[in-house]
């Protein structure tokens, strides 16, 4: 069987939610299929069950069908490491900060794991649903394409286009893609999804007929928006989330830090009828809001100075209002943060908020696990990727909650002690119930409009 990738004609096309949707789709279908993608550029992510660290796509697609995540499903890893370089992260495990010019003159180094990967997941599985990255053919690029071009290439794979009709210039794109990309690979596209349109469908039936008698180009389907909080891959796609607050008593201000992380831990609170969550940037908008959370951050250090600059220290410090720090927002409670070894800066140290007694060392050796923990009386499935350490992992006083885990509002416990604290009104819900349902919906909404019996014919050719 073969192999399949998914390419996007631009960025944020919707690659990420139909790879998982395709991958679910084929798993129900009895294929044995796993996702992938060689490189993912994101500070969103997950702890694989081997201990490794990998993007949140390839976990939550993995998760979703149950299989067991592996760092195979995403070998390379890049986080933001400030000044123009990033965080490498390679087969799971941190290999520190590179410049990212080094890096692109370097890739051919990293096309091994890439192909490793790969080739470990076939030992296992019959069929890869590979996730590409933005566009598959700038042309200055392609060279260094761990993603689209040199997966395909190397594994003959079939390859679907995804277009995204809301941005506009939806032929172009189409057209554009298909015929810049190598000879070789035009031969292997089975067609194209003409994705998150609105509006009336009957208008885009001349499109369909321009695409397939004009382009050449199959059309499997022109699927209408759906919106699917879940999975969010980056915080350009987070920031595309959708949420009825008409039934939401409870607002929580998510300080948007500009190296925000693992914000994927507020996916059940977008979800909560009963919330009505936005992102701040702002001090003068805690004033509205009954909650503020403190995410987790990439650069620590960086991200305490903007909260300073931008006047959000008084406010935290005041403690008026219910504050939840994670991970970096937790880190930067303490007394001090101390960075003799500069894994973060060239600064040895910095005044936290001195909410919380003690120091943040941070260590050269990242903490990378999953687990079970006790929270403020709660236990809590969750995970920890972090350098820093201090002697608890997590503290809590009267209004006051912070903690190193990730995945704390995924707890509908723990969820409800904290909001029902605030408004007794608040009556939660089920959201690993909810997860399954609407992962469920949203791959019965893309079977509806998609093509899939001759997506799985052409894998079998």
Aim: proline content about 3%; hydrophobic content about 40%; charged content about 25%.
């Amino acid at each position: 069987m073969n192999s399949l990738s998914i390419f996007g004609t631009s960025s944020d096309a919707g690659k990420s939610t139909l790879s998982f949707a395709i991958t679910y789709l084929l798993h129900h279908r009895g294929i044995k299929v796993a996702p992938y993608k060689a490189q993912n550029v994101s500070n969103n992510s997950q702890v694989t069950d081997e201990g490794g660290e990998i993007a949140i796509p390839q976990h939550f697609a993995a998760e979703a069908i149950g299989l067991k995540t592996t760092p195979f499903m995403n070998p390379i890893l890049l986080k933001s490491g400030g000044k123009s370089k990033s965080h490498i992260i390679i087969n799971g495990k941190s290999k520190g900060d590179k410049d990212v010019w080094n890096y692109y003159r370097d890739i051919d180094t990293l096309k091994p794991y890439a192909k490793k990967a790969f080739k470990n997941l076939l030992k296992e599985y019959d069929c890869i649903v590979a996730e590409g990255a933005g566009s598959p053919v700038e042309l200055n690029l392609m060279s260094k394409d761990l993603s689209n071009i040199y997966i395909a290439d190397k594994f003959n794979t079939k390859i679907i286009l995804v277009a995204d009709i809301q941005r506009g210039g939806v032929f172009a794109s189409i057209y554009g893609v298909y015929n810049l990309l190598p000879k070789k690979l035009r031969k292997n596209v089975i067609g194209v999804i003409v994705n998150k349109f609105q509006g009336d469908m009957s208008l885009f039936d001349e499109g369909v007929k321009i695409i397939e008698e004009k382009f050449k180009i199959k059309v499997l389907g022109v699927v209408p928006f759906k919106p699917f909080n879940l999975g969010f891959e980056d915080s350009a796609s987070l920031m595309n989330y959708t949420q009825d607050t008409s039934k939401a008593i409870i607002k929580v201000g998510v300080i948007k830090l500009p190296h925000i992380s693992n914000f994927t831990d507020f996916e059940p609170l977008i979800v909560d009828s009963e919330i009505e969550l936005s992102f701040i940037s702002n001090p003068s908008e805690i004033s509205s809001c009954d909650v503020v959370v403190i995410p987790g951050s990439k650069r620590v250090l960086d991200d305490l100075a903007w909260l300073r600059e931008r006047g959000f220290e008084k406010h935290i410090v005041a403690n008026e209002k219910t504050i939840v720090a994670i991970c970096g927002g937790y880190e930067m409670l303490f007394d001090r943060i101390l960075d003799p070894l500069h894994i973060e800066s060239n600064i040895d140290e910095v005044d936290g908020f001195k909410l919380f007694k003690g120091d943040i060392f941070f260590q050269k050796e990242k903490i990378v696990k999953k687990g079970c923990y006790n929270l403020f009386g709660t236990m809590v499935d969750g995970y920890e990727i972090h350098n820093g350490i201090t002697k608890k992992r997590a503290k809590s006083r009267d209004k006051l909650y912070g903690t190193f885990v990730h995945g704390l509002f995924d707890n509908d416990e723990l969820r409800y002690k904290i909001f029902s604290a605030i408004d007794e009104n608040y009556k939660g819900y089920n959201f690993k119930k909810f997860k399954a349902k609407s992962i469920d919906e949203f791959a019965q909404h893309i079977e509806k409009f998609v093509d899939v019996d001759y997506i799985v014919e052409k894998l079998n050719d």
